[in-house]
């Protein structure tokens, strides 16, 4: 989206840049210096020098900005860090300039004069389908034979472009026998592309405390009631009406007008996989268990194991 938006603006303006991916590329080497040297060249269209310091680049970036009316995007931020070494400069900014931030985090823009805050909406089915169809099909929809599964994956992915994305393109050239099976493992086994790259907003969390509540919330209680969850989970030592208001500032829950929890599928089954992982072929060495066929399993096992004598 903020891609889409940029290519339609940025000739409007004396100067653009769009700087990607920036909670991956900063934790690069020198990923901070590397990233003002970029937006430097943008600005004044010119060869990238030698940078040494983030300081040395702050300097540079305020003289940029400071005569040139500028579209300037930062995409996928996830620290104050990463916005003090790109925006040190905003109070310089020409007037006209715009500035657009992409976020998992919106507490990170609290701070700022922030002039509309947008809350990306899942695709509709027919966005879905059409985003999917590009990926897949090299066209906006379906090809003859596939409409119904291409419905099918849309449903799955719950209007996720990632998830679209990702699905559109392992699924490019297959024939319709691995598109029907593909949807089948699906209802079981979660797509291992989409929740690798989704692991990383979880990685991201602040804490031990924030990653474990997550976990809880995928596995025991979406559509519960927020107050009954804070209650039960209080008595397990967690912190949970701050966990919570971390967890929705990183969008990775909600809360309904019915004060109940929702969370989208594709999170709810990163969840699940991070602690299916930690023992893939015994339930019952798994942190959680959700599933009542797993939990039965366990318990006859323990039951039998208790019940046999040695001697």
Not at 83 to 110: F, Q, W
Not at 144 to 151: H, N, P, Q, R
Request: aromatic residues 8%; charged residues 25%; neutral net charge.
């Amino acid at each position: 989206m903020a891609k889409y938006v940029y290519n339609l603006n940025y000739s409007k303006f004396d100067g653009s840049s769009f700087l990607s991916n920036i909670r991956e590329n900063s934790t690069h080497h020198k990923g901070f210096v590397t990233l003002q040297r970029q937006f430097l060249s943008d600005i004044c269209k010119r060869k990238k020098k030698p940078m040494f310091s983030v300081d040395e680049g702050m300097t540079e970036m305020r003289d940029a900005v400071s005569c040139k009316r500028i579209l300037l995007v930062l995409d996928d931020v996830d620290s104050r860090d990463q916005l003090d070494a790109l925006l040190e400069m905003k109070d310089l900014l020409y007037p006209g300039s715009k500035v657009i931030v992409t976020t998992r985090n919106k507490r990170l823009l609290r701070p700022f004069d922030v002039h509309k805050l947008y809350e990306f909406e899942a695709l509709n089915r027919d966005e879905s389908v059409e985003l999917l169809s590009w990926h897949a099909f090299g066209q906006d929809c379906p090809i003859k034979g596939f409409e119904v599964c291409s419905e099918q994956v849309a449903i799955h992915c719950g209007g996720l472009p990632l998830a679209l994305e990702v699905l559109g393109a392992t699924l490019a050239g297959r024939n319709i026998d691995i598109w029907r099976s593909t949807i089948q493992k699906l209802e079981t086994i979660p797509n291992h592309q989409i929740l690798k790259k989704l692991a990383i907003s979880y990685e991201s969390l602040e804490d031990d405390h924030d990653k474990n509540l997550f976990l809880h919330l995928a596995c025991f209680f979406i559509g519960k009631d927020r107050d009954l969850v804070i209650a039960i989970l209080n008595r397990c030592n967690f912190y949970t009406v701050i966990g919570i208001e971390n967890l929705v500032d990183r969008n990775f829950v909600k809360i309904s007008e019915s004060n109940r929890l929702i969370m989208h599928q594709m999170i709810r089954d990163m969840g699940r996989d991070i602690v299916r992982q930690e023992s893939p072929m015994e339930p019952g060495k798994r942190s959680r268990l959700w599933r009542s066929k797993d939990s039965y399993n366990v318990l006859i096992q323990n039951l039998v194991r208790n019940s046999v004598s040695y001697g």
